[in-house]
């Protein structure tokens, strides 16, 4: 419909994703408490093991075992990255939730060169068969993305685990050329396609300050965005300006 709105049963915007129940090689999981106070749910079978982002775990069964490792790199040392992973082995049940109130979601990888870019905080938990590196951005993005110099970068096989800050809603970046897709550089989670950083046109540097807005995340497809309902650096800022003397 050209100069409005589509017409209904014809929208393909940005959407929430669903709860979700799955299967994988070892076990199975659920997502419940949708979207802002999520929680997984994750069966595993004898001697399957879990990556797991230390300090997620609300509960397991007896029967789980857990080994803490710490390994130190620069890279690690210079993000300010957890040096330490603890790994979950079954049999037994394991529940995992966000670091704050916020939502989780899993992306499936399939290995050769399916690699998804992670925000900094946005790992929860993976299966054994996901590698993870720290790969540098440019200057420019590391100072104004939002996600810093080093970037999670997500590969092999298997699942994984994102956390947010609010709920998760995924873009499914399938653009035609010369298409592009707009996200506030404080909103990524994981994403699997190019971006550009880019200042928004609108008045001024007066008007982009007193608006909050400014930088932004340009996208190009084929790929897909995942992003947070909640700004984390905005709502520090607002507690901070909020908070009882």
């Given at each position: 419909m050209p100069g409005g709105a589509p017409p209904q049963g014809q929208f393909t915007g940005a959407s929430a994703t669903v709860d979700d129940v799955g299967t994988f090689n070892g076990g199975s999981y659920r997502i419940s408490h949708r979207d802002s106070?999520?929680?997984?749910?994750?069966?595993?079978?004898?001697?399957?093991?879990?990556?797991?982002?230390?300090?997620?775990?609300?509960?397991?069964?007896?029967?789980?075992?857990?080994?803490?490792?710490?390994?130190?790199?620069?890279?690690?040392?210079?993000?300010?990255?957890?040096?330490?992973?603890?790994?979950?082995?079954?049999?037994?049940?394991?529940?995992l939730a966000p670091t704050t109130f916020g939502d989780i979601t899993n992306i499936r990888l399939t290995g050769g060169t399916d690699v998804w870019s992670l925000g900094k905080d946005a790992f929860l938990a993976c299966t054994s068969g996901v590698t993870k590196d720290y790969k540098a951005q440019s200057i420019s993005k590391a100072m104004?993305?939002?996600?810093?110099?080093?970037?999670?970068?997500?590969?092999?096989?298997?699942?994984?685990?994102?956390?947010?800050?609010?709920?998760?809603?995924?873009?499914?970046a399938q653009l035609r050329e010369g298409e592009k897709y707009i996200i506030d550089n404080g909103h990524l989670v994981a994403w699997n396609?190019?971006?550009?950083?880019?200042?928004?046109?609108?008045?001024?540097?007066i008007s982009n300050l007193s608006a909050g807005e400014g930088l932004v995340c340009k996208f190009s497809g084929p790929g897909t965005v995942f992003m947070q309902t909640r700004n984390p650096v905005a709502f520090a800022q607002y507690m901070a300006g909020n908070a009882v003397a």
């Amino acid at each position: 419909m050209p100069g409005g709105a589509p017409p209904q049963g014809q929208f393909t915007g940005a959407s929430a994703t669903v709860d979700d129940v799955g299967t994988f090689n070892g076990g199975s999981y659920r997502i419940s408490h949708r979207d802002s106070n999520s929680i997984v749910t994750i069966q595993l079978a004898v001697g399957c093991p879990l990556i797991v982002k230390p300090g997620a775990m609300i509960a397991m069964s007896p029967t789980m075992t857990l080994k803490g490792a710490v390994k130190f790199t620069l890279k690690k040392f210079v993000t300010g990255r957890e040096m330490s992973t603890s790994t979950f082995t079954g049999p037994g049940e394991l529940l995992l939730a966000p670091t704050t109130f916020g939502d989780i979601t899993n992306i499936r990888l399939t290995g050769g060169t399916d690699v998804w870019s992670l925000g900094k905080d946005a790992f929860l938990a993976c299966t054994s068969g996901v590698t993870k590196d720290y790969k540098a951005q440019s200057i420019s993005k590391a100072m104004f993305s939002g996600e810093g110099l080093f970037v999670y970068k997500m590969g092999g096989t298997g699942i994984l685990w994102i956390q947010s800050m609010g709920a998760i809603i995924r873009k499914d970046a399938q653009l035609r050329e010369g298409e592009k897709y707009i996200i506030d550089n404080g909103h990524l989670v994981a994403w699997n396609c190019k971006y550009v950083l880019e200042r928004i046109a609108s008045g001024g540097i007066i008007s982009n300050l007193s608006a909050g807005e400014g930088l932004v995340c340009k996208f190009s497809g084929p790929g897909t965005v995942f992003m947070q309902t909640r700004n984390p650096v905005a709502f520090a800022q607002y507690m901070a300006g909020n908070a009882v003397a």
